[in-house]
């Protein structure tokens, strides 16, 4: 891989459309590609390991962590709080190397606001349908669960506008390769 620049990347979509996928396969290729590990309320699924998939936590240090300032963004999505540490990824951009979120909507805009430089890309599913049976196929939420999440998909998908680039999920190799080199290439010049 060619030598990343220093940048804050989003990868944001709706849930199921396979953005968990797409970065795995980039870390299978790239081991060295730093992905933030977020901290959430929602309770682990079976095989998901506290610090590598998320930091389990409960309501009350979620609380704390928003009061003491100590996330770069949260949001509440689907009945549960998501939020990215803010100090692992400070010490990843002053030390020059990029830094990848996998984050839902309201998230992305908040780090839009906050970090204007950071690029924004939206993953989105080739087809209404083919999300559907992603979401479903993967099988780790109820179906009202599903519902719920596939109605916040619809909200989403509207605001692929707002993102630098929009990458195509039709197939994970290629997304991968088209998140690789979104990673590696060089930020825009300023004005
Ligand atoms: N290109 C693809 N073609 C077919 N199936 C895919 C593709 N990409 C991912 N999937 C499948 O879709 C399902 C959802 O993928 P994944 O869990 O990565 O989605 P996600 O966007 O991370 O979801 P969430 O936001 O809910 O965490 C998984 O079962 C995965 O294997
Ligand atoms: N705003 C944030 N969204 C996050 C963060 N970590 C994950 N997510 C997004 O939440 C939904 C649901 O995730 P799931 O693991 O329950 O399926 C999905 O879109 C994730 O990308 C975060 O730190 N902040």
Do not use: C
Request: aromatic content about 6%.
């Amino acid at each position: 891989m060619a030598r990343p620049h220093a940048r804050l990347t989003v990868l944001s979509g709706p849930s199921g459309v396979g953005k968990g996928t797409v970065v795995a396969e980039v870390r299978r290729r790239h081991p060295e590609v730093w992905v933030s590990v977020s901290a959430t309320t929602r309770k682990p699924r079976p095989g998901e390991v506290d610090g590598e998939h998320y930091w389990f936590v409960d309501d009350a240090f979620f609380d704390d962590l928003i009061a003491k300032g100590g996330l770069l963004e949260w949001a509440e999505y689907a009945g549960n709080r998501y939020g990215t540490p803010k100090d692992p990824v400070d010490e990843q951009l002053r030390a020059g190397s990029p830094a990848l979120l996998e984050i839902e909507l309201q998230g992305a805009r908040q780090v839009r606001e906050r970090a204007p430089e950071a690029q924004l890309v939206f993953l989105a599913p080739p087809s209404w349908a083919a999300l559907v049976s992603r979401l479903a196929g993967r099988g780790t939420e109820h179906p009202e669960v599903q519902e719920r999440r596939l109605a916040l998909a619809q909200a989403e998908l509207d605001a692929a506008g707002e993102f630098d680039v929009v990458v195509v999920n039709d197939d994970v190799a290629r997304a991968a390769d088209e998140l690789v080199r979104l990673l590696t290439a060089p930020p825009p010049a300023g004005p």
